[in-house]
């Protein structure tokens, strides 16, 4: 009985990365930029101005892996 929901769970698990592939492709056709990216200025500013990585997170309402990521590359 497991053998059949595993394989079903599966395929539907195929079936969203595929679809979330789809929306990524095309959202770069598009020239869109992930959210966290689009700040990336305003991160850089406000870290320049001495805000903590918490006070800027909750501002721009951004993870703290994306804060770090842009931290790192910028």
């Known amino acids: ?20 592939r789809e929306g990524i ?11 966290a990216r689009r700040k990336a200025q305003e991160v850089l500013r ?7 990585a918490n006070d800027i997170v909750k501002a721009l309402g ?3 892996a994306s804060y770090f990521r842009i931290v790192a590359e910028g």
Request: net charge positive.
């Open 1 to 20: 009985m497991l053998n059949p929901l595993g394989s079903i769970a599966e395929f539907e698990r195929a079936l969203m990365l595929e679809r979330q």
């Open 25 to 35: 492709a095309k959202a770069r056709t598009e020239g869109k930029q992930p959210t």
């Open 46 to 52: 406000l870290r320049a101005e001495g805000q903590s």
């Open 62 to 64: 951004i993870s703290r």
